[in-house]
């Protein structure tokens, strides 16, 4: 049917700030969403209160409400607009539950407001554990026996009766929480108390668990007349028992008998049309026995899901647009194929690649936490990676996740001792993976191994092929001698120069060198959603080693965004939103842009945010090759975070330019000792320092400098291995701990100064002129990493004088580092005595949040001074905020039992809520103050 042209204006409701469970793929969605509905003429608001997404950017939406997801906020929006219809379903469980709550308060009838792209009946259908299961089995499919239970005591009599191992699965909640895995009667009482405890309705459902057989998931797209497509088959490599986010993932599937495929197609199909009247996307988990292969169902979410990103992704195929579009009346056979433009979007997306999907954990950020995985999810982000086949894509996913891994194993961080292996194969780890592989390598055979990780034996033979070529890569002692046959073989199964290099323990240059000589090199294919079958337009590529390059530059002047890569805490969402506006601004600036990024969930990634988009790690090998092949102006690596930064010195080494501040001044702010050399000679206060390469250095400049001293390593990111000691037995821990686990950094040592506050200014110069964007003053101390501090925008307590210090600083030294583009600079001050902390001459995580409250395109403006297109004087920056903002950072420590939820130097947070306040004695700001206090004096 044609579109609906009753609806002129839709409200969608945004996701929140990041937690475990709920990240940035909705954004990716309800930006999509809202692209989608503009496209029609659609007036489109916005509600989230995540201010460091692109969703709740101008250039998204045509109204943008930055206010808490309440249903007091809704009722401000519906007051103010002439609102048709809510989209709930592109913000999560979080929009979800805020719909079905305002429909029971009846604002929705009140205000005549139409719910579309959902049924609300299907949610609590789908989300009711015991009703889902009737429904399931009354339809014929096959459920696991299960019980629900809403007391203690009926939870004990469903284990009683249903026999272990058993698996406990709150109602209504996100990400697994609450829910476990229990073998013995022993572990069930505490198990069901927990999950009893985290279902908002006190119900559980307890499960028989199939531990050990197959997990899949299928990802569908219905519209009003009941059509059905399946979009995506995905295969997660880890067994049942591991919570999907935190599963290894590859489509399409490899191990899926076409039978057993078929019946699964047709039971999806059956069940989302089972689900209520709505048109939109959909998710459903199997799971299938893999000696008999019986299949049954594990849940459904009759909306967009956090698959659906990888699934858009992965295919080509935009879920979210084209469900959005849905939702205002279209059918999938009246919607064009956005990649091939000719075609139908009534179509299944064919994929000629793999794509393996790979979790990113910060164990190290939860002290006191274990980094086994199970039901509930860990994972802060995700890596995509595509190949031509399944090991070139595993390998290009390790070499995605930011852990400095080169690929799966062969790079310096094997383990040797076999029992430490087989424990860690039981005990399903985050590195469960790269065990696999040390395994196979001490020679345990691939069946012993099947048994004991449950993982499909084919994966299992396919990573014994790795160890299979290694030893053969070991019969040659120099580069030149690998003959080309094996050189093109170890490439097309995905290793990197520097692997191959470790292997041979020789130089990874003379390798790279060695492999240009013999010509082979990348080439790149279009990801086209139909396997080349129609002719595509989407400038989307990937890389292999192929003998057909489907990847022709254009003879336009063209600039490289360098991404950020995976979330994780310290470089999150905020950094796609720069990458968003680089890309725009370099647009405007009549620069083609060329994006490289492998984050699924991110707006950066969308296949039309560039002009050409390279899904490829952000690591120095396929760099180098886009841009012999591409021959840009140069790169952009200010928006990108640590990620990109770090490889400021290679695109030094190499001469090619970096747009904005060059590599010298950028590593003098990195580097603490010239950087405080620089402060001295510009007599601007610092805290007292030292640099140590071992303890007994560390030492002596500890009992110089004076306790307490704040310890950290060089060149980390969100104060990674920051601590605060206060005696040589605490300093001696802690710098041996660095040693360890960072052993190439060096280790500064500062004075910490004591109930000293916090502040810190965003600012952009352009080489001759400094703009202040904004002076955020800290509600927590100094001590407290500034991305767990609640921030407040303007300043509430600092004195004119010190924050004309701060000016006056900020203004030096944003000249003395020669930079053009972005900077931050942290201070503390004492007794209305200003210090610099540090200067991040770059994006930093405050400039999406200062932009928002201000209403000024900061980031547009900052690319345009980078690449020399503008002086800051050509711009109108005028700061339009009534009041105060305030950054509210949020934790997800509930998935971690017994972990440390202290705060200190090092960054715990996931993400961050804004909230915008009148004046000081708003009751929030004032509770927030308060624990201002409590810090300082507890």
Known sequence: MPKDNSIRSVLIIGSGPIIIGQACEFDYSGSQASRSLREE????????????????????????????????????????????????????????????????????????????????????????????????????????????????????????????????????????????????????????????????????????????????????????????????????????????????????????????????????????????????????????????????????????????????????????????????????????????????????????????????????????????????????????????????????????????????????????????????????????????????????????????????????????????????????NVAEDIPESLMRQLKTMGYSDAQIAWIMRIEEDQVRAHRKALGIRRTYKMVDTCAAEFEAKTPYFYSTFDNENESIPTDRKKIIVLGSGPNRIGQGIEFDYCCVHGLIALKEAGYEAIMINCNPETVSTDFDMADKLYFEPVFWEHIEEIIELEKPEGVIIQLGGQTALKLAEKFHEHGIKIFGTDFKNMDMAEDRGAFSDLLKEMDIPYPKYGVAETIEEALKIANEVGYPVLIRPSYVLGGQRMKIVINDHELERHVLSIFKHLPDNKVLIDQFLERAKEAEIDSICDGEDVHIMGIMEHIEPAGIHSGDSSAVLPT?????????????????????????????????????????????????????????AYQVPYLNIATKVMIGANKLKDFEMVNNLDGYAIKVPVFSFNKFPNVDKRLGPEMKSTGEAIRFIKDLNDPFFRELDRNRSLYLYQ
């Open 796 to 852: 509430y307590s600092l004195s004119d004088q010190v924050i004309e210090t701060m000016k006056d600083y900020t203004k030096r030294l944003a000249l003395a580092l020669k930079t053009k583009g972005l900077i931050n600079i942290q201070f503390a001050i004492k007794d209305e005595k200003v210090y610099v902390i540090e200067a991040n001459p770059r994006a930093s995580r405050t400039t999406p949040f200062i932009a928002k």
């Open 41 to 476: 003429g659609i007036e489109v608001s916005l509600i989230n209160s995540n201010p460091a997404t692109i969703m709740t950017d101008p250039v998204t939406a045509d109204h943008i409400y930055l206010k808490p997801l309440t249903p007091e906020s809704i009722i401000e929006v519906l007051e103010e607009r002439q609102i048709d219809a809510v989209l709930p379903t592109m913000g999560g469980q979080t929009a979800l539950n805020l719909a079905i709550e305002a429909g029971k308060m009846g604002i929705w009838d009140k205000y005549n407001i139409r719910l579309i792209g959902v049924d609300l009946e299907a949610i609590e259908l789908a989300e009711n554990r015991e009703a889902f299961r009737e429904h399931a089995q009354k339809i014929g499919l096959k459920v696991a026996p299960s019980k629900i239970a809403n007391s203690f005591l009926e939870g004990m009599e469903a284990a009683q009766n249903i026999g272990f191992p058993l698996v406990i699965r709150p109602s209504y909640t996100l990400g697994g929480y609450g829910g476990s895995f229990v073998h013995t009667k022993e572990e069930f009482e505490e198990a069901l108390k927990r999950g009893l405890n985290a279902s908002p309705t006190h119900e559980v459902l307890v499960e028989k668990a199939v531990l050990g057989w197959k997990e899949y998931e299928l990802e569908l797209l219905r519209d009003a007349n009941d059509n059905v497509v399946i979009i995506c088959t995905v295969e997660n490599l880890d067994p049942m028992g591991i919570h999907t986010g935190d599963s290894i993932t590859v489509a399409p599937a490899m191990t899926l008998a076409d039978s057993t495929y078929q019946q699964m197609r047709n039971e999806g199909i059956l069940l989302m049309r089972s689900m209520g009247n709505f048109a939109g996307g959909c998710n459903v988990q199997f799971s299938i026995d893999p000696v008999t292969e019986e299949i049954i169902v594990i849940e459904i979410n009759p909306r967009v899901s956090r698959s659906s990103a990888l699934a858009s992704k992965a295919t080509g195929y935009p879920i979210a647009k084209i469900a959005a579009k849905m939702a205002i009346g279209y059918t999938l056979d009246e919607l064009k194929n956005q990649i091939t433009k000719t075609t139908s979007a009534y179509f299944e997306p064919t994929l000629d690649y793999v794509i393996v999907k790979m979790p990113r954990w910060n164990f190290d950020k939860f002290k006191g936490s274990v980094n086994t995985l199970g039901l509930q999810m860990k994972s802060v982000g995700e890596v995509m990676a595509i190949g031509r086949n399944f090991l070139e894509a595993l390998q290009k996913a390790c070499q995605s996740q930011e852990n400095n891994r080169m690929g799966l194993g062969a790079d310096k961080k094997e383990w040797i001792r076999t029992d430490d292996i087989l424990e860690r194969l039981e005990k399903v780890g985050d590195d469960r993976i790269y065990r696999v592989k040390d395994a196979l390598r001490l020679g345990v055979p691939v069946k012993s191994i099947c048994n004991i990780t449950k993982i499909d034996p084919w994966y299992i033979e396919q990573i014994k092929r790795l160890v299979d070529i290694e030893k053969e890569l070991l019969r040659f």
